[in-house]
């Protein structure tokens, strides 16, 4: 694990804003050392390992550290495009030896319920980088990869349980590929066979947060990816997203974003032009 005595150089990093027709293989090269971390910070596809016969699904919140000589493929939903920030570095223990191994989990992966965080942190090294203050880029990799590497391990559930996620995952589903539509707490609920204080409990308890909570993050990211991938204005994009009232929509942006929703897609296009 990483410890203040662990030694950090990264090689290249960039903000992971992908195209709807993005794929990527990665070739197993036994030349090629370091790490590749990816953070999944709105979308979803999947990650295969074609040699550990492994296929790993990417959701938003996801953390992976990968060997770079490590074969893999990734593939996204064109319609729910990933965005993926990520990084090339090495690391190396005290000794000056390149740490190769994590154990022995391929890929290192976690799962955040609390993803904006991480992002924030990532986007801090990223920038940092860019702009050429190595010193404070390394300080923030390190933030993120003891962050990152301190997450649980997904939980697994037996009997009652494990009932109760995978209907609380079945609902996740429904408003991660319909965060336009309307969710209903109560209707959700009655999904679940039980009343909605009860109902709200049961989803915090495995997700995290509550389901309004996770509704609105939804219809952010869902936006966030039309304001990148698509030519609609802002109020289109507010009715598609389930809001009568384009200035709610927009505040509610800017609340969790930090940026108006014309502000947002103006710095995602002066990044594109500047990458």
């Not at 707490?185 to 989803?203: N, P, Q, S, W």
């Not at 709610?248 to 296009?269: A, I, N, V």
């Amino acid at each position: 694990m990483i410890t203040n005595k662990t030694d950090l150089w990264i090689y290249t990093v960039n903000h992971g804003y992908l195209t709807p027709d993005w794929h990527w293989k990665n070739r197993q090269e036994e030349k090629w050392r370091g790490w590749l971390l990816w953070f999944i910070a709105g979308g979803n596809g999947k990650l295969t390992l074609p040699r550990l016969n492994k296929t790993i699904p990417l959701n938003r919140g996801q953390f992976l550290l990968l060997p770079l000589a490590c074969e893999c493929v990734g593939h996204h939903d064109r319609h729910n495009t990933l965005i993926v920030p990520w990084l090339i570095f090495d690391m190396f223990d005290e000794k000056g030896i390149r740490i190769e191994k994590l154990g022995d989990e391929v890929p290192f992966s976690r799962f955040s319920t609390e993803p904006q965080m991480l992002h924030e942190l990532l986007k801090r090294c990223i920038n940092s980088y860019n702009n050429h203050n190595h010193e404070a880029a390394y300080l923030w990799l390190r933030a993120v990869l003891l962050e990152g590497m301190n997450l649980p391990e997904r939980k697994t559930f037996n009997g009652w349980e494990q009932e109760q996620w995978e209907k609380i995952e079945s609902i996740v589903k429904n408003i991660h590929e319909n965060p336009g539509k309307p969710h209903h707490v109560d209707k959700m609920a009655g999904e679940m066979g039980c009343g909605r204080d009860h109902f709200i409990r049961l989803f915090k308890r495995f997700r995290g947060t509550t389901p309004k909570e996770f509704v609105l993050q939804e219809r952010i990211e869902a936006a966030k990816n039309l304001l990148l991938f698509s030519n609609n204005d802002i109020g289109t994009i507010a009715e598609n997203l389930g809001y009568r009232d384009q200035f709610f929509f927009s505040s509610q942006f800017k609340k969790r974003t930090g940026f108006s929703p014309s502000m947002f897609k103006e710095y995602l296009r002066r990044q594109s032009i500047r990458e």
